[in-house]
């Protein structure tokens, strides 16, 4: 029991990171229609960019943890947004109104871009940063087993419920979000109403990306290590939790990313850690095969 | 519209140097934007575990100088595009001797394919490269028949190219079984395999059917790689035959090929060996795929590419004509696996990775999809553009990458893109693929 519940523990902290990279997937798709393939190479980058900003801060005297983790964020999001925003704007604007798979190979073709540019700017080998946050809180403690919540835990799930309760008042109630919908319900209809699409797409991947590089960055400070190659497991498990989900439905995307967490931990804990990922890809298959719509989505009519 | 004239370029001044300078320094803020601390800042694991770091400012600088001028020449481009500038660049002969050329190029490039071990004799270089362009080919062409004939976009092909592989390995190394015994067999798992994948996958479209098939194609590396009493796991499998010529081995003692032609030994007859069984089998491929097209079958892919719905209004079985997609073109990855392996005489789960699904879908997409002719091409320049790049092995896959996003922003149709419709009242006419509607397949 104490066995489960440390596992249960650890399997939200994780599912919450999976259900913010989702998030972006989820508004790219709703908004565009498209799978971001190179969204988890976006999580990469903001991984990285996270560690890099935080050496550059110890290196310029910024020694306090709490304040400079503060900047690392804010400074993660930034340049990982710009990532997004380029990306975008290179690889996927000029296909707009191009055949259906365009977008999508386009999209494959950045991930190959992303994550070898990291490779060759920053080295193959695995990067370690020792752990920042120390401590937590002990729930309980029988003499056996010792069940705890980390302080890394509690502030990466808090800081994904804060994200996801401003993200959600922003498609609820801004001008802005209000775009957004509008986009996702019909574009040319919102262009003709004289809602600049161009724009609101750029900003939903700015927005994406910004909060992918949150998940890095919370992966980072979680799991202490870091390199090139995270992005393209951890971008199909988030995928997965977007679909699981229900694509384009923003709680879904953080509902799967939940249940992809603690599926993937349990999976580890009481069956095999080597077939850890083949269990996610399945769950992939079977939720597209069976239940295409996911927990939150709405059926998609099909027009003649 | 030949004798449409073209205004002369005006030289490139005043607001228009302008606008491309602004994009310029637009161009070039972002970058450094970008590259600040990616490229500034390198950092690596210490010798005592910690993380060390250290500057790279000259690094940085070019990187910016290089966001300028490519900010600078892409507004000119665009400028001077609008302005008819490649059109006069290709005048009507030029536009003649393209298309006697183009009819030419196949036969041309089958006669040069046949001739090459002979030509190549001493070069086992070149011979090894054609090998393997070759492989390449096979696979663009089998992959055609899903992505190209039927429209299904399948990110998992090397699945496929795995199991034909591992198949032959396996039924070498334990049973004992020749190469040609295995072949057959290889091609009936793989094309098992496609099936198996293409059940489930029926009812999706587009994006998701991509996905599956990845995570599909996926979740076979990983059990190669997990699998170790089977498949030796990361350390692969060793000692495959190497191919004999029908029973007789390529070796020089008494009962080797070259005592039986009474010929001198040289290593070389194995390589040309390989050549021409690789030769022959992606021309089984291609002609198999010719035939097919012509039949209600292959006729049938191509109604499914371009509209789902009215396939099925007209009363083709989707189903089944997913299904013989899959599998056969599974069936040829299988083929092309059978042969990797004897011709490696070792395999390994690396060799499966996403990137070489993305390959050769890179390759079947740069081709034209759907055109034999452009696949074979685009396999050619792929190949030979990675060996160009082999001295510079960590810029091969960057490269393809951002060759992958060129080629779907300039060219989204590929080398060759036209289509020739195989069923025509009196004469074909050729029509640009971008005409084409594609339905949801």
């Not at chain 2, 789902?308 to 089944?320: D, F, K, Y």
Request: net charge positive.
């Amino acid at each position: 029991m104490e066995y489960f519940l440390q596992q249960f523990i650890n399997g939200i902290a994780l599912g919450s990171i999976y259900g913010l990279i989702a998030l972006g997937y989820t508004m790219v798709y709703g908004i565009i229609g498209m799978i971001n393939f190179a969204h988890g190479d976006i999580f990469m980058i903001g991984g990285f960019i996270a560690l890099i900003a935080f050496l550059c801060l110890v290196a310029l005297g910024v020694t306090a943890v709490p304040l400079a983790l503060f900047l690392v964020l804010i400074i993660a999001m930034l340049i990982t947004a710009l990532y997004g925003w380029v990306v975008e704007r290179v690889a996927y604007r000029p296909l707009r109104h191009s055949f259906r798979l365009a977008p999508m190979l386009s999209a494959i073709g950045m991930a190959f871009v992303l994550g070898n540019f990291v490779q060759i700017a920053q080295g193959a080998r695995v990067k370690p940063l020792p752990p920042l946050i120390p401590g937590g809180l002990i729930l309980i403690d029988n003499g056996g087993f010792v069940v705890q919540v980390s302080n890394v835990q509690i502030i990466v799930v808090l800081t994904t419920l804060a994200l996801m309760v401003i993200f959600s008042l922003i498609v609820a109630r801004t001008r802005l979000g209000r775009d957004m919908r509008a986009c996702e319900q019909d574009r040319t209809m919102a262009a003709l109403l004289g809602v600049d699409t161009d724009r609101v797409i750029s900003t939903t991947f700015v927005i994406g990306a910004a909060l992918a590089a949150v998940a890095g960055f919370m992966y980072l400070i979680y799991y202490g290590v870091i390199d090139f190659y995270i992005g393209f497991v951890a971008g199909i498990k988030a995928f997965t939790a977007a679909v699981l989900g229900g694509i384009g439905s923003l709680p879904g995307a953080m509902l799967g990313g939940l249940a992809i967490g603690l599926i993937e931990t349990m999976w580890s804990a009481y069956f095999s850690v080597q077939y850890r990922d083949v269990a996610a890809f399945s769950i992939l298959i079977v939720v597209l095969i069976f239940m295409p719509t996911g927990l939150l989505g709405r059926p998609e009519i099909e027009k003649v | 519209m030949a004798d449409t004239t073209v205004p002369p370029p005006s030289s490139i001044s005043g607001p228009r140097l302008g606008r491309a300078v602004r994009s310029a320094l637009i161009t070039a803020v972002v970058g450094a934007g970008l590259f600040s601390l990616m490229i500034g800042v390198r950092t690596e694991a210490g010798p005592a575990g910690g993380l060390v770091f250290w500057t790279r400012w000259t690094e940085l600088g070019w990187m910016v100088a290089a966001s300028f001028v490519a900010g600078f020449v892409r507004e000119i481009v665009i400028q001077r595009s609008g302005e008819g500038v490649l059109e006069a660049l290709m005048p009507a002969a030029f536009k003649r001797f393209i298309n006697v050329v183009a009819r030419l190029l196949g036969p041309a490039l089958l006669a040069f394919a046949v001739l090459m071990p002979i030509i190549f004799y001493d070069q086992r270089y070149i011979l090894d490269l054609g090998i393997l362009a070759l492989t390449y080919v096979m696979l663009g062409w089998g992959l055609n028949i899903v992505v190209g004939l039927a429209g299904l976009l399948d990110l998992g092909y090397v699945a496929f190219y795995a199991v034909g592989a591992y198949s032959y390995a396996l039924f070498s190394t334990t049973f004992g079984l020749s190469f040609w015994l295995c072949l057959p067999i290889a091609g009936i798992l793989a094309a098992f395999w496609g099936v198996l994948l293409g059940f489930p996958v029926l009812r999706l479209k587009g994006d998701y059917l991509a996905i599956v098939t990845l995570a599909f194609g996926e979740i076979i590396r990983l059990v190669i790689v997990n699998w170790q009493s089977l498949t030796g796991g990361p350390n692969g499998i060793t000692g495959i035959p190497r191919p004999s010529f029908f029973g007789v081995p390529f070796s020089a003692g008494p009962e080797g090929f070259a005592e039986l032609f009474g010929i001198a030994f040289s290593p070389t007859h194995r390589i040309v060996f390989l050549f021409y069984v690789i030769l022959a089998l992606a021309l089984l491929t291609n002609w198999v795929t010719i035939r097919l097209r012509r039949l209600p079958i292959g006729r049938a892919w191509e109604a499914l590419r371009e509209d789902e719905i009215a396939c099925r209004s007209l009363g083709i079985n989707t189903t089944t004509t997913k299904l013989t997609a899959f599998a056969t073109g599974a069936m040829f990855g299988g083929f092309a696996g059978a042969f990797f392996a004897t011709r490696q005489g070792f395999i390994s789960p690396e060799s499966f990775s996403f990137q070489e699904s993305a390959l050769v879908l890179a390759i079947v997409v740069l081709g034209g999809m759907g055109s034999q002719l452009g696949v074979a091409l685009a396999a050619v320049t792929m190949i030979g553009g990675f060996e160009l790049f082999r001295g510079l092995d960590q810029y091969r896959m960057l490269v393809f990458g951002m060759a992958m996003v060129a080629i779907m922003v300039w060219r989204p149709r590929g080398l060759i893109g036209s289509r020739t419709p195989s069923i025509y009242l009196k004469t074909p006419t050729q029509i640009s693929a971008s005409l084409v509607k594609e339905g949801h397949g």
